[in-house]
């Protein structure tokens, strides 16, 4: 699986978008960009996934550059619910084996 | 219930005891894991079913043994576990194997 890279920490304030960046820039072809994210001393969450297109849920949208090397996780109103790891992780589906390797992640705070 | 529940939530046992996790999901998937996590230490895959055939089991000591008696339920049987034993044990399941996986809330055991 490709290496990503994250920010450690950041800030949001409760009804704002909250943007947090992965960097992938060896990404290949066939490999898709996952989100999840863990709140603490819980199970982990998926969020959502894409391969080159942007896409949105419920949750999440995500939005991937053109040349894949970078993605960007958007909450669009965040909520003190919120408030957790979020780890981005690039595979390539069944090929890359089964494990998840979720890294250090980005600890996302949202205050008041 | 929706989702992948697990039982118990919280376990506490000897050294000697012998006890069972339980995991089920209601997710219709095919393929299930577990996963154990430390404190201060990323997830490590510990066993994944597909169609109740264990597909994959890293290196994990004999103390745990899992179980798979169909697509919805898994089982992680406990005995003569150690100290360093003690973690949150996470089940997941997935459509297929290698697709983006939903987890449970976990059961955070301690071994005394």
């Known amino acids: 699986d490709a290496k990503t890279t994250q920010p450690p920490s950041m800030d949001c304030a409760e009804g704002r978008a909250a943007n947090l960046p992965c960097n992938h820039s060896?990404?290949?072809?066939?490999?898709?960009v996952y989100w999840y994210r863990q709140i603490h001393s819980q199970g982990p969450q998926y969020i959502i996934h894409?391969?080159?297109n942007n896409e949105t849920n419920e949750m999440a949208s995500l939005i991937i550059t053109e040349d894949r090397k970078s993605s960007t996780l958007i909450l669009p109103h965040a909520t003190l619910r919120d408030t957790a790891v979020y780890y981005c992780?690039?595979?390539?589906?069944?090929?890359?084996?089964?494990?998840?390797?979720f890294g250090k992640g980005t600890s996302l705070l949202v205050t008041p | 219930e929706t989702g992948v529940t697990q039982t118990p939530r919280h376990l506490v046992m000897g050294m000697t005891n012998k006890k069972s996790l339980k995991c089920e999901q209601h997710?219709?998937?095919?393929?299930m894991y577990w996963y154990k996590q430390s404190a201060k230490k990323p997830l490590e895959l510990m066993f994944v079913?597909?169609?109740?055939?264990?597909?994959e089991n890293n290196s994990v000591p004999s103390r745990f043994s899992p179980e798979c008696p169909n697509s919805s339920h898994l089982f992680l049987h406990l005995h003569t576990l150690q100290p360093e034993d003690s973690a949150l044990y996470l089940c997941?399941?997935?459509?297929?194997?290698?697709?983006?996986?939903?987890f449970g809330p976990g059961t955070r055991l301690t071994v005394t």
């Open positions: 997941a399941s997935s459509q297929e194997p290698g697709q983006e996986q939903y």
């Open positions: 060896t990404i290949s072809g066939n490999e898709y």
């Open positions: 894409g391969l080159k």
């Open positions: 992780i690039v595979r390539g589906g069944r090929i890359s084996g089964y494990a998840l390797n």
């Open positions: 997710l219709g998937h095919n393929a």
């Open positions: 079913y597909s169609l109740e055939e264990r597909v």
